[in-house]
């Protein structure tokens, strides 16, 4: 086999590239995706791009910390959740009985 070495770093790796299957299934796709991630990556590109040049590196964080903040405010607040916690505490009180 050509690639030995790429297929003993795939074996020896292959617990933790499929430890989201420990987590409710309902949590699969969040975990296993950073969707959430790149969405918010590509907003803070757009406008910065929109901006064009920035004086200093300061001025370009606020543009970003401010969007995080807004983000935060709105759409990770408590009316929406990204996972349900609540599953992991039945488990972890499943498993502790």
Known sequence: MKLHSAADIL????DESVTY?????EHHRSIRTNNMLE??????RRRTRV???FPDGKSALMLASARLRYIASKSWS???KYMDMAKLEEIKLEKSA
């Open 11 to 14: 074996s020896s790796g292959i």
């Open 21 to 25: 299957y420990q987590f409710p299934r």
């Open 39 to 44: 969405r918010i990556m590509k907003e803070i």
């Open 51 to 53: 901006v064009g040049s």
């Open 78 to 80: 408590d009316t929406r």
